[in-house]
């Protein structure tokens, strides 16, 4: 008896352990992992079990971008600031620099909406919001590529890694001042943030302790072409004394201090488990998963791995406030649609408060609640309503006196106001889509589109397609 | 017994309110019905060379190419004087209602644009990170009445700022475009939301909320501009045209206790003079425009004015005619309110080559005079110490 019902319970037990996660469980990873969810991609990853979904995320990541960089990221550069120029020049370069960034801009989140692992541009954007550096100050658009090269390359790396190549990166010493930083004439401004943000946190450190950094860090230079060099005349090689401990330190053995406080391990992971997880740590995964990361000596992916199998993950749906990036590039990744200049898309981003490459200040965008106020959100909806209203099925808006539906002028109507946003060839055909995605019902799209029911409930025997328009100006898709 | 008189005039303000409408904002008790209007000077305005201590041979030195010449400035002392450019509020100065505040700043200053901001704006210690703006903290624990519109509405910028991390507020540029637009905003749902969605929800709110008071206050254009006594000048330019905006929605009958309005362009490292003298003159021009609007609605003396900046210039001009981020700076305080006249300390420059100014007032004393002698509110757990008032402000 014992034993019929042990084996009972053996053959019901890979049901359990095998069960899907399902389009509501696939929308979830792929969203936070990545941009918007695509109803195909859902359907790749629905039948999963968690484990093999997390590991097929992880098994399939790139390390470089799919979308060509603008041709200039490879030419040389003026320096800026470059002196005996007329007023003529400069504007011309101002013009040229702003072009470029805007290009750059535009590659990005090109790369973000087309990755076959969206995964790797979701860790660069959490390392760029990490590691800040921003244009504005850097002044050199190539510096910013490199930098973005940098991350993707290691985005799934070490971090102890990164941390170390990262001090060394030109964006980032021209951000952080590195450059200014010599023997006598100490610039803290690295020393300061690598402990306050890039490591420690607040609270974990002396003024004490940033002062004596910044002497070893003395000597990391830039030569004529922006490329690091290391200059022994303008390092000081007196004893420093960093966390209590006394010796003739260089820059490497300050990052080595940092890396060897488990303290640093918790502070990366906490900010990360805020990115993907959650505003609301729980201490106990915070505390399993940064000693873990430690122990691991840094190695990302598997934390990433971890982190993303904690129940807490799965149950975390609508907690966390889509990004602009994540509003913008995954709602065209979920519905297939690619505007024909992205440089337009980056400004609509700009203006929504991420402006990629450019982020506020060296702490990096705040996030979470902050990227909505009256006009972000205002503008978020328009962005929205303009697709929606596309999405809005055609014969509904365009009635005509005699009960006649004037199709012709509905799709002009439509492409004008495509033409005035700048974003033509988005076409957002929602019959097409739910046919294709067999949408069928109200209830299939709010699934695939949400990730907690609608706050305003939808009127009843909508279709698919109908739905699509209020369910993108619901409240609830502003959160994911 | 300050709290029985408190209640007194307020019994009697409202026994006034039911019978002369007409008369309740001159005769409002303390309290948020009295405006505030922040004047960001983005960039942080060169101070040095907008209250010009034009008596000291130190300025001349410091500044010999940049240096506004005597015959130029504008007197109000002995030692110090306006930019030219700012020759609209000398009729203010004449009347008392121009407070020019020098050295404001704060203990060990940031001169960074985007940390030395956050620490106005959040009213923080230059070393505390906080994630609300000090108003907001403030309508917090101190709410505006139910029938404000909002707590405060963002004019020329999309940054909340003072207002960010909770308050009621809302950025608006045209009034008629928020209010079309606000449709798009869904109404409140009661109901167990995520933190995030409630955010949401009270985003939405708070825009629908703003744009029914401004859509049931409709447009009044004055019965017949040219008979008015007090025909606004012509606005011209982005900083007059918000005050407009904020005049018009004021005269609407809207409610709220603050607007900021932001001034873009001082960041002057290079050919300061042409830039500083346009944007002074538009900032002159746009104040006592605002003056002449709340005084055809009888809010003048209910209406004060603050300027702020993320900080001064260095007293010492750089190699290209222009000046790099410094410390203690030069502000305004209007209003018909005001106890007009010069506080805080002339910039010490004697002896001075390459170094900052010190500060005479902290901006938190500012802010700490605002809201207990403008609004009547408690200042005292705002900005985790107590800050001395000033006596800028007549009964």
């Given amino acids: 008896m014992n034993c019929v019902i042990r084996l009972l319970l053996l053959a019901l037990l890979p049901l359990q352990a095998w069960a899907g996660i399902g389009e509501a469980g696939a929308r979830h990873l792929l969203s936070r992992t990545g941009f918007g969810a695509n109803p195909a991609q859902i359907a790749l990853y629905a039948p999963l079990s968690r484990q093999q979904a997390v590991d097929r995320l992880l098994d399939h990541v790139s390390y470089s971008a799919l979308t060509a960089p603008p041709a200039w990221v490879n030419e040389p550069f003026d320096r800026p600031g470059k002196t005996n120029l007329s007023e003529d020049e400069k504007k011309a370069l101002q013009k040229e620099r702003n072009e470029h960034a805007q290009e750059l801009r535009g590659w990005w989140l090109e790369e973000m909406r087309i990755s076959p692992s969206p995964l790797a541009e979701k860790m660069t954007l959490f390392w760029h919001n990490h590691f800040v550096s921003a244009l504005d100050k850097v002044g050199v658009p190539q510096l910013m590529y490199q930098q973005n090269v940098l991350l993707r390359r290691q985005a799934l790396g070490n971090f102890g890694q990164l941390l170390h190549t990262i001090a060394r990166d030109p964006a980032m010493m021209r951000y952080l001042d590195t450059v200014n930083n010599r023997k006598g004439q100490p610039n803290e401004n690295f020393a300061r943030e690598v402990m306050e943000l890039f490591t420690l946190g607040e609270g974990h450190y002396s003024e004490q302790d940033i002062r004596q950094a910044a002497r070893a860090f003395t000597g990391w230079s830039l030569d004529k072409d922006f490329q690091f060099v290391y200059r022994p005349n303008l390092h000081d090689n007196g004893d420093k004394t960093i966390f209590g401990q006394q010796g003739n330190f260089d820059g490497d053995d300050v990052l080595d201090m940092l890396l060897r406080k488990p303290q640093t391990a918790r502070f990366v992971t906490l900010k990360l488990w805020k990115y993907l997880v959650s505003p609301a740590p729980n201490e106990a995964d915070i505390q399993r998963l940064s000693a873990l990361f430690y122990r691991d000596n840094y190695e990302i992916r598997p934390l990433l791995r971890a982190m993303l199998l904690t129940p807490a993950f799965w149950n975390s749906q609508g907690q966390l406030v889509k990004s602009p990036v994540e509003l913008t590039v995954g709602t065209l990744v979920t519905f297939d649609l690619t505007p024909p200049d992205w440089r337009a898309l980056a400004g609509l981003n700009r203006q929504l408060g991420q402006d990629v490459f450019n982020p506020p200040n060296v702490k990096g965008w705040p996030g979470g609640d902050a990227w909505i106020n009256s006009t972000t959100l205002l503008t978020r909806k328009q962005f929205l309503d303009r697709l929606s209203h596309d999405a809005a099925p055609i014969r509904n808006s365009f009635v005509m006196a005699d009960g006649q539906m004037d199709e012709q002028r509905g799709r002009e109507a439509r492409i004008r106001r495509l033409v005035q946003a700048g974003l033509r060839p988005i076409k957002l055909q929602p019959d097409e889509w739910a046919a294709i995605y067999h949408v069928n019902t109200a209830a299939d799209a709010t699934r695939l589109l949400l990730a907690v029911p609608p706050a305003q409930p939808l009127p009843a025997d909508m279709t698919g397609a109908q739905a699509i328009a209020p369910l993108l100006l619901d409240p609830a898709y502003q959160v994911h | ?395």
């Avoid at chain 2, 955010?199 to 019965?223: C, F, N, W, Y």
């Fill in chain 2, 1 to 395: 017994m300050f709290q029985r008189r408190e209640f007194l005039k307020a019994m009697g303000a409202g026994l006034l309110v039911s019978v002369l409408p007409n008369l309740s904002y001159a005769l409002a008790p303390a309290g948020y019905q009295r405006l505030l209007v922040l004047v960001e000077l983005k960039g942080g305005n060169d101070g040095l060379n907008t209250v010009i201590p034009y008596s000291s041979d130190d300025y001349y030195r410091l500044r010999p190419s940049i240096g506004i010449a005597r015959p130029q400035v504008l007197q109000l002392s002995e030692q110090v004087g306006l930019h030219p450019a700012m020759h609209s509020l000398l009729p203010l100065w004449q009347n008392h209602e121009v407070a020019v505040l020098q050295g404001v700043g704060y203990p060990e200053p940031n001169l960074s644009h985007f940390r030395s901001i956050e620490i106005w704006e959040t009213a923080s210690a230059s070393n505390q990170y906080l994630g609300e703006g000090w108003l907001t903290r403030l309508f917090r624990s101190q709410p505006t009445p139910p029938g404000f519109a909002a707590d405060g509405v963002v004019l020329s910028s999309q940054n909340l700022g003072p207002l960010d991390g909770g308050a009621r507020a809302v950025v608006l540029s045209n009034p008629q475009d928020f209010a079309r637009q606000a449709k798009l905003a869904a109404d409140q749902q009661a109901g167990a939301h995520s933190s995030a969605l409630s955010h949401i929800l009270k985003v939405e709110g708070d825009i629908r909320t703003a744009a029914s008071a401004l859509q049931q206050a409709p447009m009044k254009p004055p019965a017949n501009p040219a008979d008015a006594p007090t025909a606004p000048p012509k606005a011209a330019g982005g900083f007059a045209q918000a005050i407009n905006t904020l005049a018009d929605i004021l005269q609407n009958g809207t409610r709220i206790a603050v607007a900021r309005i932001t001034l873009t362009g001082f960041d002057t490292h290079g050919n300061q003079q042409p830039t500083q003298a346009r944007l002074l003159g538009e900032l002159a021009d746009g104040l006592a425009l605002l003056k002449t609007r709340m005084q055809a609605q009888g809010r003048w003396d209910d209406t004060l004015v603050l300027s702020y900046a993320e900080f001064g210039r260095r007293p010492r001009e750089n190699g290209n005619r222009g000046t790099d981020h410094g410390t203690a700076n030069s502000h305004f305080l209007l209003g018909g309110r005001v106890k007009g006249g010069l506080y805080g300390q002339t910039a010490p420059l004697a002896g001075l080559s390459d170094g900052n100014l010190p500060y005479a007032i902290d901006f938190r004393q500012l802010y700490s005079t605002v809201v207990q002698d403008w609004w009547g509110k408690d200042a005292s757990s705002l900005f985790g110490q107590r800050f001395g008032r000033l006596p800028l402000l007549r009964a």
